[in-house]
């Protein structure tokens, strides 16, 4: 493929430094032993009884110890004499199939060979209310048949609005819990009513008529180790998430700068962000209804590199790039992507940005389509992904404002290297 002369041409980087973030590691040793001490509240006040069936629904997310997490509910149930089973819940992640939905959870390594516990995977829900009189609240079918249901989840800042309690139980219960028919009424519904409110409405919805007892919400610190673990009984879910939320904002890891010429991503995933790569970091979101985050960040131009080996394919959030590589291109599952997007109405995250050779010339053409800025004089920022950013590398123009930072440090130069291939070596997270 031919290219204009400015990308074609030899082209040399400005020198690049590495940088550290001081970054709380505050972080629970024993999570085992923090699940326990809530499930000790919580049990005695669930109903759960000796027989009971329980679904213990459980998501696409890479949480921290996932795998921990669960079997010591699973054992728990187990213990109380109640009959758990692994409910998939996560919308329309795995390209809305049963068998993709159980093969993502494999993937996370929740089996039942892992967690004691029998994986029910189907698509099925029932209807068990309607909010705003008009929106019809979803829940799984395979949930509804036993006697009892909880959710695992992780709380974190939203990747498609700001609001009091973002992504927490109150989703994965109308999202996830409510299957792939569930995530398309909420996403659809959110355009008239609103995403915070919504999901709330149906959340709470869901509390009250289905069998849901109670949520088990993690809150991770910068380095993606458990911060907290909170149980969450049925009727307390909106008070208790806008206060992990507010826990999950002031440890969520984000990069030290207002505005940036260039932005390089090294990959993106599903496991990294439910959009990718998280517009919490990039600024970037462009969808109908979302919230504007580029009160975090402005960037004039993001390259991403690569797909992380564990998102499947699914490439959703590219479209928020200007720039791919074809590994990214080549990587991609565009059904798994286009699933997840027209599902969630997200459809310039599966957009095809403009597609370069390689590292090198992805991360020439953000230097270079920007206007007449002299290379030494381009803001740059080259990430490992949106998750990890603990380390990242800063171009020359950048290094004064990093000295004037108190949790930032210099640590070395670092040119930025490639390979034969052209392939960037990319900063690993300590």
């Known amino acids: 493929m031919r290219y204009p002369a400015f990308i074609e041409a030899d082209f040399e980087f400005p020198e690049f430094h590495r940088v550290r973030m001081d970054f709380s590691r505050q972080a629970i040793d024993d999570v085992e032993a923090a699940v326990n001490q809530e499930l000790d509240r919580l049990l005695p006040q669930s109903g759960i009884r000796a027989g009971d069936r329980v679904a213990v629904g459980v998501g696409s997310r890479g949480i921290d110890r996932l795998e921990v997490i669960v079997r010591t509910v699973c054992t728990r149930l187990r213990q109380a004499g109640a009959r758990p089973a692994i409910i998939p819940a996560m919308g329309s992640h795995g390209g809305a199939t049963a068998e993709g939905q159980a093969a993502v959870l494999r993937r996370l390594n929740v089996t039942e060979e892992s967690c004691?516990?029998?994986?029910?995977?189907?698509?099925?829900?029932?209807?068990?209310?309607?909010?705003?009189?008009?929106?019809?609240?979803?829940?799984?079918?395979?949930?509804?048949?036993?006697?009892?249901?909880?959710?695992?989840?992780?709380?974190?800042?939203?990747?498609?609005?700001?609001?009091?309690?973002?992504?927490?139980?109150?989703?994965?219960?109308?999202?996830?819990?409510?299957?792939?028919?569930?995530?398309?009424?909420?996403?659809?519904?959110?355009?008239?009513?609103?995403?915070?409110?919504?999901?709330?409405?149906?959340?709470?919805?869901?509390?009250?008529?289905?069998?849901?007892?109670?949520?088990?919400?993690?809150?991770?610190?910068?380095?993606?180790?458990?911060?907290?673990?909170?149980?969450?009984?049925?009727?307390?879910?909106?008070?208790?998430?806008t206060r992990l939320n507010a826990l999950a904002k002031a440890h969520i890891p984000r990069l030290p700068f207002r505005d940036l010429d260039a932005l390089v991503v090294g990959r993106i995933g599903k496991?990294?962000?439910?959009?990718?790569?998280?517009?919490?970091?990039t600024g970037r979101a462009f969808d109908l209804m979302e919230s504007d985050f580029s009160q975090i960040l402005k960037v004039k131009r993001v390259a991403v590199l690569n797909l992380s080996a564990r998102t499947g394919g699914n490439a959703i959030g590219l479209g928020n790039a200007d720039f791919i590589t074809e590994k990214v291109f080549q990587a991609l599952d565009y059904e798994a992507t286009l699933m997840n997007a027209l599902?969630?109405?997200?459809?310039?995250?599966?957009?095809?940005?403009?597609?370069?050779?390689?590292?090198?010339?992805?991360?020439?053409?953000?230097?270079?389509?920007?206007?007449?800025?002299?290379?030494?004089?381009?803001?740059?920022?080259?990430?490992?992904?949106?998750?990890?950013?603990?380390?990242?590398?800063?171009?020359?123009?950048?290094?004064?404002?990093?000295?004037?930072?108190?949790?930032?440090?210099?640590l070395a130069a670092a040119p930025l290297g490639f390979d034969t291939d052209g392939n960037l070596r990319l900063p690993a997270d300590p």
């Open 343 to 410: 599902t969630s109405l997200s459809l310039r995250k599966a957009f095809i940005p403009v597609r370069m050779p390689n590292d090198r010339k992805a991360i020439q053409a953000c230097f270079t389509t920007i206007g007449p800025v002299p290379a030494a004089e381009v803001r740059a920022v080259v990430i490992r992904d949106t998750m990890h950013l603990s380390e990242f590398l800063i171009s020359r123009a950048l290094k004064e404002e990093v000295e004037g930072m108190p949790a930032a440090e210099i």
């Open 116 to 241: 004691g516990a029998p994986v029910v995977s189907t698509m099925d829900v029932d209807a068990v209310g309607t909010v705003y009189g008009e929106v019809p609240v979803y829940f799984s079918r395979d949930a509804m048949a036993m006697e009892h249901s909880i959710a695992i989840n992780r709380v974190k800042p939203h990747t498609k609005f700001i609001g009091p309690a973002e992504s927490g139980i109150l989703k994965m219960l109308c999202v996830g819990m409510g299957k792939h028919r569930g995530a398309i009424a909420y996403h659809t519904w959110a355009m008239k009513h609103g995403f915070f409110e919504l999901c709330q409405a149906m959340g709470q919805t869901i509390a009250a008529s289905a069998n849901f007892r109670f949520g088990l919400a993690v809150v991770e610190n910068a380095f993606d180790r458990t911060l907290a673990v909170a149980g969450v009984p049925a009727g307390r879910i909106l008070e208790e998430e």
């Open 271 to 281: 496991e990294i962000s439910g959009a990718g790569m998280d517009p919490n970091v």
